[in-house]
């Protein structure tokens, strides 16, 4: 390909901490030498503030400087709703640059930049053949399902668990090999599931449900206040501001309203449970967490957006198996004894989780859209 002003791809270029000056002025200057469009480069201060030197060394050979400070060195422009992973991503754009021979044509280090990963390819040579048949939209999505393979390829771990919301669909990796790929229940429209970033540090099996109070005034309270005997039917517990057990035959129900109610629910243990039998806790500000279900049914329908925010998984028992080895008694589980002790097991080591939101999903050279559900292309 002959590269032109007007086809020439825009390169971020990200320079490191230390000797920022230096390696700035000296790397302009090694690129404008082989003739790149000036207005095409771009330079990321990674961990460092521009300041007026850098500023006028960019100016005199017309590159845009922008200040980052961590936030947006990711290989591949995506955000999380919570990052928890804090991994610096500039280690290919710095080793590319402090390598690069003042004699390498510019074409080859854009070609080293780019990614290898067999979707996104597909994804590229899609958009280059459809742009002027899809929508702005549809190219958006596209683009975004780029910058995630882009991410991916970069900056995966042996392992991980990826959960795509518009798929509605968990899949666990292990040295870049599928190992478990599922159905999952993911948040409504009005309770969405936020994209995350983070860990799994522990796993707690027939773990107690306490519910949300949001939950608890807007869906159980108005149930009990209908049916005196749904709480024992559907093994809650009425708990106080202490965390005490309370008999709720004594509280007069009536009265309460959702604005009033001063306690909480609690749901017992067991294959009732609305967690089900197992829980995997992962670090975030939102309460999430992925879980089993008591409800398998719902993994047969079609459109799977029916929780309040949590992802419920359709084979939690084969994960935690793979995960925790001899640790977990998966006979205990299939059991699933009301009542039965909740114990919470520690992870050897911390297993990454990346949530997000993709309504695009390549299967061999095919490209599919799915609905985007919770309108977030904008």
């Known amino acids: 390909m002959t590269f032109t002003p007007e086809n020439f791809p825009l390169v971020s270029f990200i320079i490191p901490t230390l000797n920022v000056e230096p390696i700035l002025d000296n790397c302009l200057a090694s690129i404008v030498r082989q003739d790149y469009p000036r207005a095409n480069i771009e330079i990321i201060m990674a961990d460092a503030h521009s300041t007026d030197r850098t500023r006028e060394i960019g ?33 290919i754009y710095i080793s590319l640059l402090l390598h690069t021979l003042p004699s390498e044509p510019v074409s080859q280090i854009v070609a080293r930049l780019d990614c290898k990963d067999g979707d996104y390819i597909v ?33 995966h771990p042996t392992e991980y ?4 919301i518009p798929a509605t669909e968990a899949r ?16 409504k429209k009005e309770d969405p ?35 005196e005997n749904y709480l024992e039917q559907n093994n809650y517990d009425v708990i106080n501001s202490n965390g005490k057990v ?3 035959s004594k509280l007069k129900w009536k009265s309460y309203t959702a604005e009033n109610f001063p306690y909480f629910f609690r749901q017992a243990t067991g294959s009732r449970n609305s967690l089900g039998v197992i829980k995997f806790n992962l670090q975030n500000p939102f309460d999430i967490f992925l879980h ?47 009542n039965t002790v909740s114990k919470t097991i520690k992870l050897d080591n911390k297993v990454p989780v990346y949530i997000v939101y993709v309504p695009v999903t390549v299967a061999g050279n095919k490209v599919t859209f799915l609905k985007d559900e919770y309108d977030l292309i904008k």
Request: hydrophobic content about 40%; aromatic content about 10%.
């Open 292 to 338: 089993s279900t008591s409800w398998k049914g719902a993994f047969e329908k079609k459109l799977r957006f029916l929780s309040h925010g949590c992802v419920r998984l359709e084979k939690p028992l084969e994960l935690a198996q793979i995960l925790l080895e001899d640790k977990i008694d998966i006979k205990e589980l299939h059991s699933g004894k009301k």
């Open 172 to 187: 666990y990796y292990h040295n870049d090999v599928l190992r478990i790929k599922m159905r999952t229940v993911v948040g």
């Open 193 to 227: 599931t936020p994209t995350i970033a983070s860990y799994i540090n522990n796993i707690v099996t027939f773990p107690h449900w306490n519910v949300p109070q949001k939950i608890g005034v807007k869906e159980i309270l108005p149930k009990v206040q209908l049916h």
């Open 59 to 91: 100016k005199k050979f017309g590159a845009v400087i922008l200040d980052d400070n961590g936030k947006n060195m990711e290989e591949g422009n995506i955000k999380f709703d919570f990052d928890g992973m804090k991994i610096s991503r500039d280690s």
């Open 161 to 164: 668990i990826m959960v795509n």
């Open 123 to 155: 994804l590229e040579k899609f958009l280059k053949d459809s742009v002027a048949l899809i929508s702005p939209l549809k190219y958006k999505e596209v683009v975004l399902a780029m910058n995630y393979r882009r991410y991916f390829t970069a900056n």
């Open 246 to 248: 309370i008999d709720d």
